[in-house]
């Protein structure tokens, strides 16, 4: 088997590196506002340090995620929304391990909020959580409510496709409830509409959407709120994410011309 070499770089050179990605950051008002982020990769880390138990996988992404954050608030970034449990994950897991990564779960909600810094929202459905962690989220939300940095989006238990669904079946029950026909509905139906009614409704679409781990697909993610996303693939696995290659992520957006169907 091939492996590939790895260089160990000095940790001060390192720092030095970060510190200059800062400081070229500093001079760029071109950053995005919204930052949605697919952490992919923890159960292929756990399983390369020859850890049988994915839970530590999962562990070292939900820290990886605290770390992430505080990057995210230091670039002054306005939302974040990060991807942490799937519908698809619900069904294709184990129940073993989906039990573990419940925990895992509600505990980086909970570290979330006791930072102090960052006001949460759960954007899913809570159908087929762990009620302990459906409970855990509507706890977090209610106290990071008056929270002055940036919002914190924890997708879990989120389909970008059942979001749709569920956001139509909003608008068409409002109107059938205040008397409204379907050919009235179908008149006044705006790209808008659905976007108020989305598990982000009020909030600015994600400008850059980064995935770790190589892989490059949406997974069922944001799929309305992506239409016009840059996209930055990272090849390190989620709990491997580095400062650096968040700082590269921005640098490359700051580079993009977004040209918006122009």
């Not at 492996?3 to 720092?15: E, M, Q």
């Not at 897991?93 to 895992?104: A, G, Q, W």
């Amino acid at each position: 088997m091939n492996r590939k070499t790895v260089v160990r770089i000095p940790a001060f050179l390192y720092r030095l590196y970060a510190r200059r990605l800062w400081n070229s950051l500093q001079r760029t008002q071109t950053r995005p506002n919204h930052l949605a982020m697919i952490i992919d990769g923890n159960r292929r880390w756990a399983k390369q340090l020859g850890l049988e138990d994915a839970a530590a996988g999962h562990r070292a992404g939900a820290a990886k995620m605290i770390e992430f954050l505080r990057w995210c608030d230091r670039a002054h970034v306005g939302t974040v929304t990060l991807y942490l449990l799937s519908r698809d994950n619900l069904t294709s897991r184990s129940p073993d391990e989906l039990r573990e990564l419940m925990v895992i779960i509600g505990l980086l909600a909970d570290e979330i909020a006791e930072a102090g810094r960052f006001q949460v929202q759960h954007v899913g459905s809570t159908e087929g959580l762990a009620p302990e962690l459906a409970s855990t989220l509507e706890r977090v939300e209610a106290s990071t409510r008056e929270a002055r940095g940036p919002h914190v989006n924890l997708a879990i238990g989120y389909g970008g496709r059942n979001e749709i669904v569920e956001a139509m079946r909003s608008i068409v029950q409002g109107h059938a409830d205040s008397g409204g026909s379907i050919q009235e509905l179908a008149d006044i139906l705006t790209p808008e509409m659905i976007g108020e009614h989305l598990y982000t409704g009020g909030q600015p679409d994600p400008d850059l959407m980064i995935r770790t781990s190589g892989e490059q697909r949406l997974s069922d993610f944001m799929l309305w709120q992506a239409a016009h996303s840059e996209f930055y693939f990272v090849e390190a696995l989620g709990p491997d994410l580095r400062e650096i290659d968040f700082l590269r992520a921005l640098r490359d957006f700051a580079k993009r011309e977004r040209r918006y169907g122009k």
